[in-house]
């Protein structure tokens, strides 16, 4: 691992510097009980007299239900409740931004594995033959399954089959280019494919409430959706973070939250319910599809001209975040390039496919397929370097997005590109190659005269944290105290999800480095001691729970600045603040936090919001951004391409962090999202047959194995982010958006061929130019 | 009378581990980390995995997929590395088991989890007892493992965090400590 710029500080006297602070690689506080298998996920929980849940899902695509008959599976022993939408007393439906989401389908279903029921029993398996028991009658409907189809189709629900339209017009529209290259490409549907399936445990409340026990992104939203369908006021549906086994923008939707209370309430006892992995396919949401028209004008000299786009992306049959995600699709179309006139017409449209949302990159990883293939065409079409072309078009800081916003903050695409173009190449394959590192692995298949070497660039650009007036923001609160033996002891509480990011570790560095404290302690994660956090994601919680915990922190400086100042009986502007001392700026008298808390604990709480940003206008112009980030990737592939078999041998890239807070942490995100960016190049898809899943299971959904998985080299590109807490932009979303597009240029620089559509499969290679 | 019959009649309505028919009469016993521990009024189709999670409070082994394909849920059967989801609670009768709570009591694969832990290879930590199971199995098997068979060995364990890089590094360092302290 390399960092591109110097440490900014000179190294500071050792007294001054907590261990563990900021930029250290301290360690994870879950890390000890995660490797001794100690650590609670929300699959591990148990009580007495617990039952388990079940859910009843659709088997069809499209259907009227003409009868719900749960008689059946009460009648099995052991079977304690069924649950189905006439048993929701609260509101019938749910959503992140609308709630167009049946909690159960009464009348219609929409897709394949849509809830129609769940049943509560004594035994996962009673529950499962509960299920099987319901008896439900269907009247199969056509689906609409194409989402061009879908928008001249008859509505499919009562909001319509359109999402949204988005229309970005910027510049001047007539404007034409010496060299024109355009091309249509295709994006399959990715799963977040999380380890720990969606699981939980409801207890019924003396109060007739109900506590949640969850794995989740977002606490408070999942809170108020649950309250609305049970009919409760929200204090009464108390939300507690169980341990999280993964995310990926998987947990971001409602899944089994609401069935799981109204089970827990209609038997009084608590339920646990755990998806099996095929249940896990169907229960959250997924990346959308996407089918994209690019037209892209230059000069001769190179300079980008225009962009014009057609964006299509199915939503699959409910809304879930579609709205955010097509708008970031929009948005960042062009890429991370100066683009003076751009016409991009974008939709988010519903289908009966099963529902897509937030998944890691969240609408840029889409158009980067594009975008990026578009370049490579330029290039092409202009005798030019591709990453000459990139980085001669590369925006830079005060230049504009297509949106007309200026770029007030750090924007450093040429030094990703360098940082990813500067780490040595692989040695050429060999015939001394070990045949498994060969395309094929450990089948063997390939042999060395076939194997083909390409290379391939492709950069990205994302913002960080929500977009277009959404009043983000995450609150926290610390308390500073003298714990057993005197010595201070910091708490932190926020309803901030740890998904596996790691942002337990960043909170415990932050309070060290502001407090100068050592022990820090994390109260568990809920809804009912404290405010939203916000969602642990758009890679956010590094800046928005980070930073109202920095705040609070300073809030508590000022109040032992404060009892310093009246036990010296200064004014507080003659106290400062040095290396967890309040010191006397005329005496140089110093007190340390024993002694300032001996007047008890001291304690502030921060509700930290980022710069407004504004809605996009009809034109889709607008400041509704509050940053982005950068990353560069390049992919080195062997490929035989009689098999249509591909290795990816490695990826580099340099990404643009702002300030690497956790240096390990940061190469792991770089790493985790490099494998996710090559997985969906390579491996990753939901396969659909007229919108039936084909592949809800690890055997046919394949994800990246130690073998799939290239080495990888990084650099971290630190500008320090101006607006953000430490300059720290967030580092989750970036390495998963380049990763995958720069696989494919590799693929097509060995192969030669075209290659619109990601994933790649073997017969796209292998059976290339032959009419199927 | 039907085995239905007989687990109803055995269920109190407070009994939530009450088994869905076709249970072994008095129950059997399985030889985990070792002790003998007793199961009762089971049904004959629960895997090593639910028996040992729900029945016994074992929760190290995971759920990640409950078709052999993740490792989640490795535990060593007879000193061989299985997947607990794979093997049915009552075919491990007679076999001594042993899951990441045994290994971790026993302290054998102390260097193992310390080096996931300062390489970093542990984010939201689903995976990471069954990589604990199977890196201590390979190096023992396999002290001097090449960085291939390194990752063939691991390719039946998945991580979707990681990327495996920070785990391969754990690896190493393990590998590298274990020979300087050999020398």
Not at chain 1, 420 to 442: E, I
Not at chain 1, 635 to 649: I, M, Q, S, T, Y
Not at chain 1, 680 to 686: N, Y
Not at chain 2, 160 to 178: F, H, K, P, S, W
Request: hydrophobic share 40%; net charge negative.
């Amino acid at each position: 691992m390399s960092r591109s710029s110097a440490p900014v500080a000179t190294r500071p006297a050792a007294r001054t510097r907590p261990r563990a602070g900021i930029g250290a690689d301290a360690a994870r506080p879950d890390g000890v009980p995660k490797v001794r298998g100690e650590f609670a996920f929300s699959s591990d929980l148990w009580m007495d007299g617990m039952l388990w849940g079940r859910t009843l899902r659709s088997p069809h695509v499209s259907a009227r239900i003409v009868a719900v008959d749960p008689s059946p599976a009460l009648a099995i022993p052991g079977v304690r409740a069924v649950v189905t939408a006439a048993d929701v007393p609260g509101r019938p439906t749910y959503g992140l931004e609308e709630p167009d989401q049946p909690v159960f389908a009464s009348e219609v279903v929409r897709y394949h594995g849509e809830p129609i029921a769940a049943v509560a029993a004594d035994h996962p398996e009673t529950a499962r033959a509960g299920v099987r028991a319901i008896e439900v009658v269907y009247e199969p409907l056509e689906p609409v399954v194409d989402a061009e189809r879908a928008l001249r189709a008859p509505p499919l629900h009562p909001d319509g089959n359109l999402f949204r339209h988005l229309v970005i017009r910027h510049g001047d529209l007539d404007a034409t280019g010496d060299v024109v290259v355009e091309g249509t490409y295709e994006v399959g549907m990715q799963d977040q494919a999380f380890m720990g399936p969606e699981s939980g445990l409801a207890v019924p409340a003396d109060d007739g409430g109900v506590d949640l026990y969850v794995a989740t992104q977002w606490l408070h939203v999942d809170r108020d959706q649950i309250a609305a369908s049970l009919g409760l006021p929200a204090e009464r549906v108390r939300l507690h973070l169980a341990g999280v086994g993964g995310a990926f923008g998987g947990r971001e939707d409602v899944s089994l939250q609401i069935h799981l209370c109204l089970l827990a309430l209609g038997t009084g006892r608590p339920v646990k319910m755990v998806y099996s992995r095929d249940e896990s396919f169907f229960g959250h949401v997924h990346r959308h599809p996407a089918k994209m028209w690019f037209r892209h004008h230059a000069t001769r000299g190179g300079d980008l001209v225009k962009v014009e786009a057609r964006i299509v992306l199915d939503g699959g049959a409910y809304l879930s975040s579609s709205n955010a995600v097509i708008s970031n699709a929009a948005c960042f179309a062009p890429g991370p390039y100066k683009v003076p006139n751009a016409l991009i017409d974008a939709y988010a449209v519903r289908t009966n496919n099963p529902p897509c949302g937030a998944m890691r990159g969240f609408g840029s990883v889409q158009v980067c397929y594009g975008h990026e293939a578009q370049m490579d065409k330029l290039a092409a079409a202009l005798g030019m370097d591709p990453v000459e072309l990139r980085l001669h078009n590369a925006l830079e800081r005060f230049d504009r997005l297509v949106t007309g916003q200026v770029l007030t903050g750090t924007v450093p695409v040429r030094e990703c590109i360098r940082a990813a173009m500067a780490h040595p190449l692989p040695p050429a394959p060999s015939l001394l190659d070990p045949p498994m590192a060969r395309p094929g692995g450990a089948g063997l298949s390939a042999d060395h005269a076939d194997v083909r070497r390409g290379v391939g660039i492709a950069v990205s650009l994302k913002n960080v944290g929500y977009s277009e007036g959404f009043d983000d923001y995450a609150t926290a609160r610390v308390r500073l105290e003298a714990g057993v033996g005197g010595e201070p002891v910091a708490t932190v509480v926020a309803a901030t999800a740890e998904v596996g990011q790691g942002f337990v570790t960043i909170a415990q560095q932050i309070v060290r480095e502001e407090l100068g404290v050592a022990d820090v302690l994390l109260a568990p994660a809920g809804t009912t001691d404290i405010g939203s956090a916000g969602s642990s994601s758009a890679s956010r919680q590094t800046w928005m729970s980070g930073g109202a915990i920095q705040l609070a922190c300073v809030a508590i400086r000022r109040q032992l600045i404060a009892r310093a100042a009246a036990s010296w009986g200064c004014s507080h502007a003659s106290v400062e603040w040095d290396a967890g001392e309040a010191v006397h700026e005329g005496t140089g008298e110093r007190r340390g936090l024993a002694a300032l808390l001996a007047d008890g604990a001291v304690e502030a709480e921060h509700e930290h919001h980022h710069r407004p940003t504004v809605p996009l206008d009809a034109d889709g112009q607008g400041d509704a951004h509050l940053s982005v980030m950068v990353a560069a990737h390049r992919a080195v592939v062997d490929v035989d391409p009689g098999l249509g078999l591909v290795k990816v041998v490695q990826v580099t890239t340099g990404q643009d962090v702002g300030h690497a807070l956790n240096p390990t942490q940061v190469t792991g995100q770089i790493e985790g999202g490099i494998a996710q960016g090559v997985g969906l190049a390579v491996m990753e898809e939901i396969v659909l047959d007229e919108g039936r899943v084909k592949n809800p299971s690890f055997t046919d959904y394949l994800v990246p194995t130690t073998l799939d998985m290239p080495a990888v080299a990084a650099t971290f590109v630190e500008e320090p982010e101006p607006d953000a807490p430490y300059g720290a932009k967030g580092v989750g979303e970036p390495p998963v958006i380049s990763s995958g597009p720069a696989v494919l240029a590799a693929i097509r620089d060995a192969t030669g061929l075209a290659l619109t559509r990601a994933p790649v499969r073997p017969e796209d290679i292998a059976l290339a130019g032959q009419s199927t | 009378m039907t085995s239905r019959e007989t687990a109803r009649s055995r269920s109190g309505p407070e009994d939530a581990s009450h088994a869905p028919g076709y249970e072994v009469a008095g129950g059997y016993e399985l030889h985990v980390n070792g002790t003998t521990r007793t199961v009762e009024e089971a049904w004959l189709g629960e895997s090593l995995l639910y028996v040992l999670r729900e029945r016994l409070g074992l929760s190290g082994a995971k759920n990640a997929c409950e078709q052999g394909e993740c490792g989640s849920c490795s535990v060593l059967l007879d000193d061989v590395v299985v997947c607990a989801c794979c093997v049915l609670a009552v075919d491990a009768i007679g076999s001594h088991i042993e899951t990441i709570e045994g290994l971790t009591r026993r302290e054998a694969a102390a260097d193992v989890q310390a080096a996931l832990l300062s390489a970093g290879g542990v984010q939201c930590g689903f995976c990471t007892p069954g990589f604990v199971v199977a890196v201590y199995d390979l190096l023992r098997r396999r002290p001097d493992a090449g960085e291939l068979e390194v990752r063939e060995a691991l390719s039946g364990n998945l991580c979707r965090c990681t990327g495996y890089g920070r785990i391969l590094e754990a690896v190493r360092m393990v590998q590298e400590e274990r020979s300087r302290v050999a020398l």
